[in-house]
């Protein structure tokens, strides 16, 4: 059975980091691309970051432009860990974050993690 679990949201200043993590069990982690959105009510949901499984180049990481620049993507496939570093964060990065995968058509979703930005 998929699990995705976040972990490391909170309340920062304007200006300030935040390192979330998403902790993946029931698949083969390391064959996967994984994905981080958020979400804000009234708001659809937006993909923010995107790493690739391994290729012969290494990971390749996608950016929305409104954090490219500010937040970094990562993964551990030895750890089955995604994880998202999120520097000069601003108010409006407040949302829900949320890890994702694609598998065989079915989209997979943790519960996500609250991040506030205010000061």
């Known amino acids: 059975q998929v699990h995705l679990v976040e972990s490391g949201g909170g309340l920062v200043l304007p200006g300030g980091s935040l390192k979330l993590s998403c902790a993946a069990s029931g698949f083969i982690f390391s064959d996967h691309a994984m994905y981080w959105y958020r979400q804000t009510p009234g708001k659809e949901r937006e993909l923010i970051a995107t790493?690739?499984?391994?290729?012969?180049?290494?990971?390749?990481?996608y950016y929305a432009d409104s954090v490219k620049g500010r937040f970094t993507i990562s993964r551990d496939d030895a750890k089955n860990t995604l994880y998202l570093q999120m520097d000069s964060l601003k108010p409006e990065d407040t949302a829900v974050y949320l890890c994702n995968t694609l598998l065989s058509l079915t989209n997979y979703w943790g519960q996500g993690t609250q991040v506030t930005v205010s000061s």
């Open positions: 790493i690739t499984e391994m290729t012969p180049r290494g990971h390749n990481m």
